[in-house]
């Protein structure tokens, strides 16, 4: 058997070295064609990250006072109360619908990000029965403006025609709810 000299076998070592980094160097350049194309079917830009943050926002705020107007149903003793609740939680599932339909047309998934409603939902479970409406009634408000608020938000910012279509439906009920919820507040 023959046996290499140990030069031949340093030689022959660099030279698969060269060979492989070479190789390496070659693949590398091949790669960011494949990462450009792939981070341009997967880029957002910022009109779409704001009606994402807009589709998940009114979905969670919709959740929310559904929610809350299902526990009026149950716990309010004022007819007045227990109508108004069940006309803006109609309204919210009409709502909510919309918003799923358009998020999965648009291939959005919406889930539950953000509990923060869930303190007001304790509230309004451990309210006594006097303090109920004043509470039920302050936290509508509160939602239905910040609802209102994100509507004109993403109509300001978005061309999407569908998504103005769907504001266009809803704001004017937002702002006939929050106008009659106001007025049942000021009168108890």
């Known amino acids: 058997m023959k046996v290499i000299s140990p030069m031949k076998a340093t030689y022959f070592k660099v030279f698969f070295l060269i060979l492989l980094v070479l190789c390496i160097t ?31 926002s009114t979905a969670n705020i919709s959740k929310s006072i559904i929610s809350k107007s299902q526990i009026a149903q149950q716990k309010s003793s004022d007819v007045i109360v227990q109508e108004l609740s069940k006309r803006i939680e109609l309204q919210e599932n009409q709502l909510l619908d919309q918003i799923s339909k358009l998020a999965t047309s648009k291939l959005i998934v919406i889930t539950e990000i953000n509990a923060t409603h869930k303190r007001d939902l304790y509230n309004l479970i451990d309210a006594s029965n006097n303090d109920f409406n004043n509470i039920y009634l302050n936290a509508m408000t509160e939602a239905i403006c910040d609802q209102i608020e994100l509507f004109e938000t993403i109509s300001r910012e978005t061309n999407d025609k569908q998504i103005l279509e769907l504001v266009l439906r809803f704001l004017p009920e937002q702002y006939k709810l929050l106008r009659e919820t106001e007025r049942i507040k000021k009168t108890k």
Do not use: D
């Open 26 to 56: 070659s693949c590398r350049k091949i790669n960011p064609i494949e990462n450009t194309l792939k981070n341009q079917a997967f880029a957002k830009n910022e009109r779409e990250e704001t009606e994402v943050y807009f589709f998940i």
